[in-house]
């Protein structure tokens, strides 16, 4: 079966760094991304990966690592307004995306 | 508009029901698709399609039906609600299948089914 694991929940302080780990097994690989979901809202794109290394913008970093089956989303200086769900998802075999259960990251003052 | 629009932003739906919730986007993208999603669970795919007149069956297909009339619309429906169908409902887009096939979200339609 194919399978994407995540951290269920996150805690961290504002201003710090935060990084949060996404595990995949899947039939194929095309890449993986990762969504920010704000409570009540839509999903929306941070970042794709579908070779091997860090990708940097801005205050996100992510990094993938095929081999291993494994990725992290970074986030530096941490601000209240990153309180949200961030969802890693990986695109299969047939460019269809399957979805981890996201990590909800709480930022405190 | 600009692009992904959801109809209705929410609904509370009587068991046995019949219900269409509808897609719309304007950044011709010849690819769409719904979710649902639930505490707890990733977003499960429904139903997709990949161009316009052509639809396939996701993850949890079941209870679910789907056109693509045309590149605008994609309607999921509903053909008689059951209360294991309240959820959250997303449809995305994205411009192609293949890769980097970023998608894009509506704002998402909370269905309730009593």
């Known amino acids: 079966g194919q399978n994407i694991d995540q951290p269920t929940e996150m805690t961290a302080t504002e201003g710090a760094i935060v990084q949060i780990n996404c595990t995949y097994q899947?039939?194929?690989?095309?890449?993986l991304f990762w969504y920010q979901q704000h409570a009540g809202e839509a999903p929306t794109f941070l970042s794709y990966n579908v070779l091997d290394g860090l990708e940097e913008k801005g205050r996100f970093s992510s990094f993938l690592s095929r081999s291993k089956g494994y990725s992290y989303l970074l986030l530096k200086e941490l601000q209240m307004k990153d309180s949200a769900s961030y969802l890693c998802?990986?695109?299969?075999?047939?460019?269809?995306?399957?979805w981890g259960a996201g990590t909800k990251l709480i930022i405190k003052p | 508009i600009a692009g992904i629009t959801q109809a209705p932003t929410s609904q509370i739906l009587a068991a046995g029901r019949r219900m269409t919730l509808r897609c719309t986007q304007d950044m011709r993208h010849n690819a769409m698709y719904w979710y649902r999603q639930d505490l707890g669970l990733g977003l499960r795919l429904i139903h997709y399609s990949n161009t316009a007149g052509t639809t396939g069956k996701g993850e949890v297909p079941d209870g679910y039906s789907v056109s693509r009339a045309n590149t605008d619309d994609f309607p999921l429906t509903l053909a008689s609600a059951v209360p294991s169908q309240t959820s959250v409902y997303f449809c995305?887009?994205?411009?192609?299948?293949?890769?980097?096939?970023?998608?894009?979200f509506g704002p998402g339609t909370r269905l309730t089914v009593l």
């Open positions: 899947t039939s194929g690989f095309n890449g």
């Open positions: 998802a990986v695109s299969d075999s047939n460019y269809q995306l399957i």
């Open positions: 995305a887009s994205s411009e192609n299948t293949g890769t980097y096939n970023e998608q894009f």
